[in-house]
Structures are given as C-alpha cells and as structure tokens.
C-alpha cells in the first residue's frame, strides 16, 4: 500500500486537472479520463470535451515549459547549486513522466558496471513508497540486482554522501534523474519511447514531457526504447528529430525483450506458455498499451484488461476488486501482470486462477559498443588502485 506522501509530479497533475474547475468550465469527464491522459490526447475521433481539454492542457503548457526552460538555465548559470559527487555519476532519465521502460535500463546499467567489477548504487526518489519504504521499481531492481544498493529518499544529494562515506562505491546511478540538476554528473542517458504519439510529446499538461524537447540537447546518449514495435520511416523520423536536438549524442535503438514468466514465490516458466492461452492483463505502468501489446505478440488471447496509474499501491479494495473480475471471467485461464506490479501483491492466485508476472530485459540493437565506450572511458576516471577492482 502507498504512503500518503505525494511527488511534484502528483501535486502538479492535481492543480492541472481541478475537477471542479474544469466542471465549472462546462467539461464533463470522470476520473477515469483524467487518469487516461494518453488517450484523451491521442484518440482519432475525439469528442467536442476531449478537444477542448486538449486546448486548454496545450495553452497550460506554455507557461509550464518556459518554467522549465528558466529553472535549466538557473543551473546552467550557477546561479542555483548542485553538488558535485567524487564519484562517477550516470543517470538514466525521461524527458516524459514515465512509461519508457527505464527500469530494465537501469538494471542493463548495474548489470554493466557489475561485469567490470565496479562498486556501483542506485539512487532515487522512491516515489509511490509502500508501507516498507520501498517503492515498486526499487523492488522490481532488486530481484534483478541483488548485490546492488538502492538508496531511496527524497534527497539524493544525502543518499549520494551515504554511498560515498559509508557504502564505499564507485559509481552511483541516478534512477530517474535527468531533471534532478541538484547533483551533477558525469553522463545523462535519456530515454524515449519509440510508440509514443507526437500528440503527446508536449509539455504538461498538455502532454507527458516534463521538459521541451529540446532539453535532449544535455542527453550524452539517447536510447529510443520499443523501436521494434514501429515501422521503419517512423523510426526514420524520430532518429532524424534526435539528431537535430542531440547532435552529439550517441544513438541507441533498444527493445523490450520478454525473458520470464514469474510465479509467486520463486517459480520461473518460459514465456512461451503463454501462447494459446485465455488471458485477464493488468498493469500500473506508464504506458500500459505496450504491455499489452507484448503479450498479444507471444500469442496471448486477452479477454480483458484493466488499467490503473503508474505506480499505483494495491489495496485490499484492489484486491478484492480482481478477485471479483477474474470471477466474472470463467473463461480465463491464466490473470498476467508486470513485475512491478506483482512485487506489490505478493499472491499465485487470484480467485482460481493462477497470477504470472511477465519479466523483461532491455535488448540493445544499435549503438551498444558506442554507449559502452562511452561507460569504459568513464572508468577511466577512476583512481588506478580503484579501476577494475572487485566487489567487496
């Protein structure tokens, strides 16, 4: 269950999408909408409410943007500080809110520097925290990474001098942290999702983007995600808009690739079971149109699905309410989950019918030996008695 904490991100969409307000502006919708925000921006047909919410997120997004703008340039002009770690600082990052798939980019990462024998932690915020004090994607990592540190706090600059005085690490990853400019680093790896529509990729609220894309001009590697789920010339054109904001930036074409399926506790099952099968999908993710779609790919027959927000704490009334919908489907044989999702509910059933989680690893199809000279010139940084050296 999530604590009561919320995250900027929270309290923006919360002044954006005032019910009221927006009621007393004759635009009827219910929460529902308001959660499917991807939607609302990129349906075909919309309606006469949808285009004018579109009109007014858009015009909202002006002076959201140019806060941005004027909040980068503070940094950039040392006029707001940042704190420079003596260790070697990566961080992987969005320009959207989420839904590129930067937890198995974060895992690919450690999973990298670990191979080297680097001492590596993982910094975030944690937001959605749980009762444990952990959120979803901490929990998710640490299946993957077990001999990785991953320090959560709402201030990353005292979780970086925890790892720094009392963990002894080398390298410290940022989850998340392409708009955290309160610690430097070292290299800014951002990713985006190849799927995305261009109806979306607006500042909020009248898109995802928590900052214009022109922000790209910061990336030392951009890693377009799910590119194996576009067609050639719209993967043609997203490169070619990279290269005009990044010019220097290296270029990663990377996939979603699923590897397992999971059973609670420990069972492991190949992902081709899922072939064939009657299928109930659900997901608290950024963008849960992908996970369906993989699922559809492995040949899953989804009789329904259910969608709740990103990083959304399962309750008891949660609970309840999928053991109630997997009642109402006799038919279904298997109920499929993400990872991130099924670290919160802990269960092998649902009603009487068994929960499988689909795991995934980041596959990188171009630009790998690039990013990973990029990493390698990295350690080169690294004091010679430290360079290589093994995990303690």
Known sequence: MRNSSLGWL????????????????????????????????????PSATAIALRILLRCLSLPYALAMVVRNKLYEFGIKRSYRSPLIVVSVGNLSVGGTGKSPAVAWLAKWFRRQGIRVAILSRGYGALDSGQNDEALELELQLPDVPHLQHVDRV????????????????????????????????VLLDATDARAIRWCLPGGVLREPMGSLARAGVVMLTRCDQIDSADLEDQLGQIRRLAADAILVHARHRPCSLLCYPNQQKPVDELRGLRVLAFCA?????????????????????????????????????????????????????????????????????????????????QGTAELEESLQNLLAKLPDNQAGSSAR
């Open 10 to 45: 929270d309290q923006c969409y919360r002044a954006v999408f005032w019910t009221n307000t927006l009621r007393n502006l004759g635009l009827e919708f219910s929460m529902r909408d308001l959660i499917d925000l991807r939607r609302i921006l990129t349906e075909t047909r």
């Open 158 to 189: 005292a979780s970086a001098i925890v790892a720094e005085a009392e963990l002894d690490m080398q390298v410290l990853i940022l989850d998340d942290g392409f708009q955290h400019r309160r610690i430097q680093r070292d290299l800014d790896i």
């Open 285 to 365: 993710i950024g963008n849960p149109g992908s996970f369906f779609a993989t699922l559809r790919q492995l040949g899953a027959e989804i009789l329904e699905t259910r969608v709740w927000p990103d990083h959304h704490g399962f309750d008891a009334t949660d609970v309840q309410a999928l053991h109630n919908w997997v009642a109402e489907n006799s038919q279904a044989q298997v109920i499929v989950c993400t990872v991130k999702d099924w670290v919160k509910l802990e269960v092998s059933r649902l009603g009487d019918v068994e929960l499988w989680a689909l795991a995934v690893e980041m596959d990188l199809v």
